[in-house]
């Protein structure tokens, strides 16, 4: 079932997103060479205890870090470590907190110094097929259109979609209903109502699609090795269209189509 939430209940949303994405703003400018996922991760947990929030993700089914941060072809779920980062490494930063009885989830995926040239446009392209799908976030709208924006974008930019993992609904449960894949046809699934509050997350390698779980059970890796790039905001539907809890800095860009969308990325 999907739940649509009140106007109070978005309120309280707004309150626990908007500390993610000030946390993840922090993290991104903390981010450099010689730096560890495992000083970063410490970072995050710091503020969120600041806050008065709990993370989201420390001991969620186990898992156990506050962020997750993962290098270079590692998609997801990478657990932080005392693994320093280096020049042309980018690292995905993937955190949520709750805060008064609800949740808030974002990533970001950030270059280390100068990144090869393929790789600064697979961030470029991640970030902007978020960005399409984000666009089609408006009543009445099919859950499947989400998906189709990234994928067709994704591709036609001569990269690949993740299909293991896919975006989700977001409340006072971290994962609730709907599932939000990257790919597929338009025109299929429920239809958009106010209210409706998403994580949509496209995942997109520079390779092949296909993807493993390390031994640790956590840890998702390209097959082939390529490197990953991975966005995530956090939307609710709204009468006026989308509206991004976790945006950090927000304009308003016409899209290919000439259809007015909102870009929210620091940058």
């Not at 290098?71 to 280096?86: A, D, K, M, T, Y």
Request: hydrophobic fraction near 40%.
């Amino acid at each position: 079932m999907i739940i649509c939430k009140s106007a109070a209940e978005i309120k309280k949303m707004h309150v626990a997103n908007a500390l993610v994405a000030e946390i993840l703003g922090a993290l991104e400018a903390a981010v450099c060479s010689g730096v560890t996922t495992k000083d970063l991760d410490e970072f995050a947990d710091q503020m969120i205890q600041k806050a008065g929030a709990i993370s989201a993700f420390k001991g969620y089914r186990g898992y156990p870090a506050t962020l997750c941060a993962s290098i270079n072809e590692q998609v997801v779920h990478g657990i932080p470590s005392n693994r320093q980062l280096v020049d042309g490494d980018i690292v995905s930063l993937d955190m949520g907190v709750l805060l008064d009885g609800f949740y808030g989830d974002s990533a970001v995926t950030i270059g280390v110094g100068e990144t090869d040239p393929d790789v600064a446009k697979l961030l470029a392209v991640t970030k902007k097929s978020l960005i399409h799908a984000i666009s089609k976030v408006h009543i009445g709208s099919r859950l499947s259109d989400l998906g189709h924006a990234v994928q067709s974008y994704v591709e036609a930019n001569g990269f690949s979609v993740v299909r293991e993992f896919v975006g989700h609904g977001i409340g006072a449960s971290l994962h609730e209903e709907p599932q939000i894949p990257n790919y597929g046809e338009p025109g299929r699934g429920p239809r958009l109502a106010e209210g409706m509050v998403l994580a949509i997350e496209p995942m997109v390698t520079l390779g092949e699609p296909g993807v493993r779980v390390l031994d640790d059970g956590w840890t998702a890796v390209t097959c082939d090795g390529s490197f990953s790039a991975h966005f995530e905001h956090t939307v609710v539907v709204t009468a006026a269209g989308p509206e991004i809890l976790t945006a950090r800095e927000e304009s308003l860009k016409a899209s290919d189509d000439g259809v007015k969308m909102v870009e929210a990325f620091s940058g």
